[in-house]
């Protein structure tokens, strides 16, 4: 019962970074004229590395095997860098469709 009850804290705490984080970005990127959207990854990056310094400044996360969540986090974190941008995608399937 202990894990599930870390894990929503975690999953909580995560969206709501995610979304403050991703608010903040959106809005610099757009007022310099940036696509925002393109670079909205790093709003994920960055809630994942501040979710892991609250981890670790409060102690919680004591009933994780901490090796398996380094490698979990760094896991996460490598594999929202590599998913593929689907504008990319739609843009290149519709030049192709007549």
């Known amino acids: 019962m202990r894990i599930v ?3 929503l804290r975690f999953i909580g705490i995560y ?3 995610l979304t403050i984080l ?3 970005t959106y809005l610099i ?3 310099f004229g940036l696509n925002a959207e393109k ?3 790093t709003a994920i990056v960055s809630a994942f590395i501040l979710i892991f310094v609250l ?3 409060m102690g919680w996360g004591e009933g994780y095997n901490n090796p398996i969540l380094c490698i979990s986090l760094m896991l996460i974190i490598i ?3 590599l998913i593929p941008d689907t504008n990319l995608f739609i843009s290149m399937v519709s030049r192709l469709s007549y």
Do not use: A, M
């Open 5 to 7: 009850l870390e894990s």
């Open 15 to 17: 969206f709501l970074l």
């Open 22 to 24: 991703g608010v903040i």
């Open 29 to 31: 990127l757009s007022s």
């Open 39 to 41: 670079y909205s990854w």
């Open 55 to 57: 981890y670790k400044k």
């Open 79 to 81: 594999f929202s860098l």
